[in-house]
Nanobody, 111 residues
Framework: QVQLVESGGGLVQAGGSLRLSCAAS????????MGWYRRAPGKQRELVAL???????DYADSVKGRFTISRDVTKSTVYLQMNSLKPEDTAVYYC?????WGQGTQVTVSS
């Protein structure tokens, strides 16, 4: 059974940084795509970044150059480093693989 647990959210001022973590169990990183999504208030959930089994990455245009997705296979953990945060980055951030979602972690960016 696949399980995902996010952590690292919080309140930060605009221009600040946060690093989110997604601890995974029951999944082979080398064979699966891991993604970070977010849902802002009043909006639909959207893809933020993903990393393939081979380590290739892709990003939403809105976060390119500011966010970096990475993984530590030895720790079965995927990270999302978020720099130069903006108030519009405020959302609940979710980790996803296959059909499994994590519980989400709140990120709030104050202006």
């Amino acid at each position: 059974q696949v399980q995902l647990v996010e952590s690292g959210g919080g309140l930060v001022q605009a221009g600040g940084s946060l690093r989110l973590s997604c601890a995974a169990s029951g999944i082979d990183f080398s064979s699966n795509v891991m993604g970070w999504y977010r849902r802002a208030p009043g909006k639909q959930r959207e893809l933020v970044a993903l990393i393939t089994g081979g380590g290739n990455t892709d990003y939403a245009d809105s976060v390119k150059g500011r966010f970096t997705i990475s993984r530590d296979v030895t720790k079965s953990t995927v990270y999302l480093q978020m720099n130069s945060l903006k108030p519009e980055d405020t959302a609940v951030y979710y980790c996803k693989t296959q059909t499994t979602w994590g519980q989400g972690t709140q990120v709030t960016v104050s202006s």
